[in-house]
């Protein structure tokens, strides 16, 4: 009987320890898939792919450097909104003599070479009211290059515009654009320009650059341009609607005296035609 007893109590404590066993590794499951499934939101939440595997911290994107622009000051102060067509985009004041639209492309080369000798003198006269400016942004180059970089940094520029942060953040661009062989312009890279402009990035933002949330006005801006009196490339130029020879004025893509001189020569002319049609 005693022996018997025993065994009997022996197998219960077998039990209770299987049990204790069984609960542990139950909880540690139940918290190792937790934690797998907060990570897996994470990932989804930052645009990762979601069937990569779960790396670890030390392994999420670092944002690079960022280049500034010397024109930070005046681009942060003006206003900007959707063009009157919809498919460009304002920068300036309504009372502005001249309206000088700009055909660009975020990975065009020669467009950021532009933006880079004459952003500054441009930002300038916008600031002073003495020019308006119309962006009409295209993107071509990612039907002949590796990668959308053109359409997603088209589609973040008009995230940017839905802020009102437009201006800085596509000076930025330019200054901090990849080769355009490169597939450079990717949404950890474009958010990583955001975060230089205050007030910019933010659960919105993030989303519709990841999700590309303006692919339909991408395209709209695309038709605008495809329509417009210009040569094809870019930059190309209309003032108050009509084309700029560029060819003829090659002075205008780098010489910001020579732009400030062409746009207030205009402005003068607008001015006198006004004047002289007052008088009757």
């Not at 942004?137 to 437009?166: H, I, K, V, Y």
């Amino acid at each position: 009987m005693a022996a018997s007893t025993r065994a009997r109590a022996t197998r219960a404590a077998v039990a209770v320890v299987a049990l204790a066993v069984a609960v542990g590794g139950e909880a540690s499951v139940g918290k190792a898939l937790s934690e797998g499934g907060r990570q897996r939101f994470v990932a989804e939440q930052t645009g990762y792919d979601r069937s990569a595997p779960i790396v670890a911290s030390r392994s999420v994107h670092r944002p690079a450097l960022i280049a500034d622009v010397a024109q930070r000051k005046d681009l942060s102060g003006l206003p900007a909104r959707l063009a009157p067509d919809g498919a460009g985009i304002d920068v300036g004041y309504p009372d502005a003599p001249v309206v000088l639209t700009l055909f660009e492309d975020f990975r065009c080369s020669s467009t950021r070479d532009f933006e880079r000798a004459q952003g500054a003198g441009l930002a300038a006269l916008t600031a002073r009211h003495q020019v308006l400016l119309r962006y009409v942004m295209e993107s071509s180059l990612d039907q002949r290059l590796p990668g959308p970089g053109a359409l997603l940094a088209t589609n973040a520029a008009r995230a940017a515009l839905s802020r009102g942060r437009f201006p800085l953040f596509h000076a930025l661009l330019f200054a901090n654009q990849p080769g355009e062989q490169v597939n450079g312009f990717t949404v950890p890279r474009l958010l990583d320009v955001a975060g230089s402009v205050p007030h910019l990035r933010g659960q919105a933002f993030d989303t519709e650059v990841r999700t590309v949330w303006y692919r339909d006005w991408v395209k709209a801006a695309q038709t605008a341009y495809d329509d417009a009196p210009v040569p094809r490339g870019t930059p190309s130029m209309l003032l108050d609607g009509a084309p700029v020879d560029l060819g003829a004025q090659p002075a205008l893509l780098t010489s910001p005296a020579a732009l400030g001189a062409f746009v207030a020569h205009a402005a003068a002319h607008k001015a006198a035609q006004k004047a002289a049609a007052e008088q009757y």
